[in-house]
């Protein structure tokens, strides 16, 4: 039972195409396993259907048409190479997002204390910050530098913090204004997530008295 | 009346192209763009094509003018949106979404991969999900048409504060904060009239969609 979906705007956002690609990324994911949020992201598309089709045209150039005929039977574009992805050890009955065929995933790696991350990559985007993070129960999953939005998607066993409890399926949404501190529940904690404004991780607050 | 004024009358397999001219021509409905898709997707017809051209072509170039860009960039993207219908037409299923919303995740899609050009790799293409087996009936396209405008009506239903909102988000390359700023609001209350817009487009759509 889903209990956290991405804020409307967030969803008008993402349908509007206008979120950062490591967001709309995880926000992808969730809706991916969400029916409440997929017929949401259908009527907001429908939106933006019915929002094109009222739209004042502008109109082409006089040949443009005549040059789209000369290309239809080029072919199309081969499909971009598969991305490279590690084989990464995860408990029995978690499958990665669909939407994560697309991207780039290292190994897991130890970044503190019972965390690990695999940081993931987008060929087409490849500043933006996202990971699969992978973290014990008990520990901290992240803390935060406040650098802006920051989207995580639970993929297997859950967290909590001051807005609630998630666990699979939930995304939880969190800008600068936030000051959340998430703890991963007994089982640990694996999600998928993306952070604007780079990442602090609890070991190096310790380290650097933060 | 032109042939392309009256495409659902044209054999599918009459291929002869007439040229794409006027853009004040009486607009087909939502069933009858669903009709001219099935029909690229069925039999690579292009008069079918054209008239899809016809209506889309100059909206998507004025939607992407008004996403920021300048008139040559918004024209080559449009071009290689229509070749991406003409390639993908089969994959469109209008007991998922209507013509314009389909060709609206295609635009917006192109938009995003613009965007992103000037480095090396493209965004890869959009999820496709599994292509329709058969062409779609005329009760498909009914229910479509339909539910273009129920969807229609919604909008009608918003008041002009949440509309400029709701439009702002799909026509500017700004974010909420920066709407805000524009309009001289809070962004509470933007996302407020966000929320409310949305929770009347379900309200009124609910048993469809
Ligand atoms: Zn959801």
Same mark, same amino acid.
């Given at each position: 039972?889903? =209990? $956290?979906?991405?804020?409307?705007?967030?969803?008008?956002? $993402?349908?509007?195409?206008?979120?950062?690609?490591?967001?709309?990324?995880?926000?992808?994911?969730?809706?991916?396993?969400?029916?409440?949020?997929?017929?949401?992201?259908?009527?907001?598309?429908?939106?933006?259907? &019915?929002?094109?089709?009222? @739209?004042?045209?502008?109109?082409?150039? %006089?040949?443009?048409?005549?040059?789209?005929?000369?290309?239809?039977?080029?072919?199309? %574009?081969?499909?971009?190479?598969?991305?490279?992805?590690?084989?990464?050890?995860?408990?029995?009955?978690?499958?990665?997002?669909?939407?994560?065929?697309?991207?780039?995933?290292? *190994?897991?790696?130890?970044?503190?204390?019972?965390?690990?991350?695999?940081?993931?990559?987008?060929?087409?985007?490849?500043?933006?910050?996202?990971?699969?993070?992978?973290?014990?129960?008990?520990? +901290?999953?992240?803390?935060?530098?406040?650098?802006?939005?920051?989207?995580?998607?639970?993929?297997?066993? #859950?967290?909590?913090?001051?807005?609630?409890?998630?666990?699979?399926?939930?995304?939880?949404?969190?800008?600068?204004?936030?000051?959340?501190?998430?703890?991963?529940?007994?089982?640990?904690? @694996?999600?998928?997530?993306?952070?604007?404004?780079?990442? +602090?991780?609890?070991?190096?607050? *310790?380290?650097?008295?933060? | 009346?032109?042939?392309?004024?009256?495409?659902?009358?044209?054999?599918?397999?009459?291929? !002869?192209?007439?040229?794409?001219?006027?853009?004040? /021509?009486?607009?087909?409905?939502?069933?009858?763009?669903?009709?001219?898709?099935?029909?690229?997707?069925?039999?690579?017809?292009?008069?079918?094509?054209?008239?899809?051209?016809?209506?889309? /072509?100059?909206?998507?170039?004025?939607?992407?003018?008004?996403?920021?860009?300048?008139?040559?960039?918004?024209?080559?993207?449009?071009?290689?949106?229509?070749?991406?219908?003409?390639?993908?037409?089969?994959?469109?299923?209008?007991?998922? /979404?209507?013509?314009?919303?389909?060709?609206?995740?295609?635009? !917006?899609? &192109? !938009?995003?991969?613009?965007? !992103?050009?000037?480095?090396?790799?493209?965004?890869?293409?959009?999820?496709?999900?599994?292509?329709?087996?058969?062409?779609?009936?005329?009760? &498909?396209?009914?229910?479509?048409?339909?539910?273009?405008?129920?969807?229609?009506?919604?909008?009608?239903?918003?008041?002009?504060?949440?509309?400029?909102?709701?439009?702002?988000?799909?026509?500017?390359?700004?974010?909420?904060?920066?709407?805000?700023?524009?309009?001289?609001?809070?962004? #509470?209350?933007? =996302?407020? +009239?966000?929320?409310?817009?949305?929770?009347?487009? +379900? /309200?009124?759509?609910?048993?469809?969609?």
């Amino acid at each position: 039972m889903i =209990k $956290h979906h991405p804020s409307a705007e967030t969803l008008l956002s $993402h349908a509007a195409g206008t979120l950062a690609a490591g967001h709309a990324l995880v926000v992808a994911a969730h809706i991916e396993g969400c029916a409440h949020c997929q017929a949401e992201l259908a009527r907001l598309e429908a939106t933006g259907g &019915a929002l094109l089709d009222e @739209i004042s045209p502008a109109a082409m150039e %006089p040949e443009a048409f005549a040059e789209l005929l000369a290309r239809l039977d080029e072919p199309a %574009p081969p499909p971009p190479p598969a991305p490279r992805q590690a084989e990464l050890a995860l408990p029995p009955g978690l499958r990665l997002p669909k939407v994560l065929k697309t991207a780039e995933i290292g *190994r897991w790696r130890w970044i503190g204390p019972g965390v690990r991350h695999a940081k993931v990559r987008l060929p087409w985007a490849r500043e933006q910050t996202l990971m699969l993070l992978r973290v014990a129960g008990g520990r +901290r999953v992240i803390h935060h530098s406040h650098g802006g939005a920051e989207f995580t998607q639970v993929l297997w066993g #859950g967290f909590h913090d001051h807005t609630g409890q998630y666990g699979p399926g939930d995304i939880g949404e969190a800008d600068e204004t936030t000051l959340h501190q998430p703890v991963a529940d007994e089982e640990g904690c @694996i999600c998928l997530a993306s952070l604007e404004g780079g990442l +602090r991780l609890p070991w190096l607050s *310790r380290l650097f008295g933060g | 009346m032109n042939a392309i004024d009256t495409p659902l009358f044209l054999a599918p397999s009459q291929t !002869r192209v007439p040229p794409v001219t006027a853009l004040d /021509a009486a607009a087909p409905d939502a069933a009858a763009l669903a009709a001219l898709i099935g029909r690229v997707a069925a039999a690579r017809d292009r008069t079918a094509f054209a008239a899809l051209y016809k209506h889309f /072509a100059p909206r998507v170039k004025a939607y992407l003018v008004r996403a920021g860009m300048v008139g040559g960039e918004a024209e080559d993207v449009t071009q290689n949106v229509m070749l991406t219908l003409w390639r993908k037409a089969e994959y469109f299923d209008p007991a998922r /979404a209507g013509a314009a919303t389909w060709v609206f995740a295609i635009a !917006r899609n &192109a !938009r995003i991969d613009h965007a !992103r050009r000037k480095r090396e790799v493209a965004m890869p293409d959009m999820e496709e999900p599994e292509a329709p087996d058969t062409a779609p009936s005329a009760e &498909a396209l009914t229910l479509a048409a339909e539910r273009d405008t129920r969807l229609r009506g919604a909008l009608n239903t918003l008041t002009p504060e949440q509309r400029q909102i709701v439009q702002l988000s799909f026509f500017s390359d700004t974010p909420h904060a920066a709407i805000a700023s524009a309009l001289n609001l809070p962004l #509470g209350t933007v =996302k407020s +009239r966000i929320r409310l817009a949305m929770g009347k487009l +379900r /309200a009124v759509l609910e048993e469809g969609l």
